[in-house]
């Protein structure tokens, strides 16, 4: 299985400043036929169920602020948030989904 | 709009089992396959197990094969998950997600249902 990690574990930072995570797989999600990698992110607030943000590593989903943006490729990437708000308080995880099974981040804190 | 509705968690006893729903709509249940994942109190997002739209195809976590059993109803657009042999480890909210249409991310949640495993 493909293993993900996310760094830091918790992240404390001021409204309106610029908060980045990392995450790292243990081999490349790049999916060659397309160039794409196959690497999503989740924003899961308190007491809710995670919501996708980003797929494909930069794709932001409908609705989702351009705020957040992804980048990164092949085994590193990460995923930016600009002009912090209140709002945005929520542990954030990374999926690949480049091979069975689709495996997780262990999740990065966000706190204001 | 797409809806997932779990149900049937509860608090069971080692050993027993206890089968989980996710009524599901606002989407055409019968062409997206469909995972369950769980998260421990406290704890990361783990996948559990998968079952493609035609339920043909289906595979689990090691840490619950065996012992748990996804299935689907698409004439009542019902996706289930069988847990048998529950253990303490298997306490988690459970969530039902819909898989994007070709790739294993996942574009809709429930609000999950809470498994808790105690004696």
């Known amino acids: 299985d493909i293993v993900m990690t996310q760094s830091p574990d918790s992240l404390a930072v001021s409204l309106g400043e610029r908060a980045t995570f990392n995450c790292k797989s243990s081999?490349?999600?790049?999916?060659?036929?397309?160039?794409?990698?196959?690497l999503a992110w989740y924003q899961q607030k308190p007491g809710q169920p995670p919501k996708l943000l980003i797929s494909?590593?930069?794709t932001r989903e409908s609705g989702v602020p351009d705020r957040f943006s992804g980048s990164g490729s092949g085994t590193d990437f990460t995923l930016t948030i600009t002009h912090l708000q209140a709002e945005d308080v929520a542990v954030y995880y990374c999926q690949q989904y480049y091979s069975d099974p689709c495996t997780f981040g262990q999740g990065t804190k966000l706190e204001i | 709009q797409v809806q997932l509705v779990e149900s049937g968690g509860g608090v069971v006893q080692p050993g027993t089992s206890l089968r989980l729903s996710c009524a599901a709509s606002g989407f055409t249940f019968r062409t997206y396959a469909m995972h369950w994942v769980r998260q421990a109190p406290g704890k990361g997002l783990e996948w559990v197990a998968f079952m493609s739209s035609d339920g043909h195809n289906k595979y689990y976590a090691d840490s619950v094969k065996g012992r748990f059993t996804i299935s689907r109803d698409n004439s009542n657009n019902t996706l289930y998950l069988q847990l048998n042999g529950l253990r303490a480890e298997d306490t988690a909210v459970y969530y039902c997600?819909?898989?994007?249409?070709?790739?294993?991310?996942?574009?809709?949640w429930g609000q999950g249902t809470l498994v808790t495993v105690s004696s």
């Open positions: 081999q490349s999600v790049l999916y060659t036929s397309s160039y794409r990698n196959c």
């Open positions: 997600a819909k898989r994007e249409f070709n790739w294993n991310y996942l574009d809709y």
């Open positions: 494909w590593a930069s």
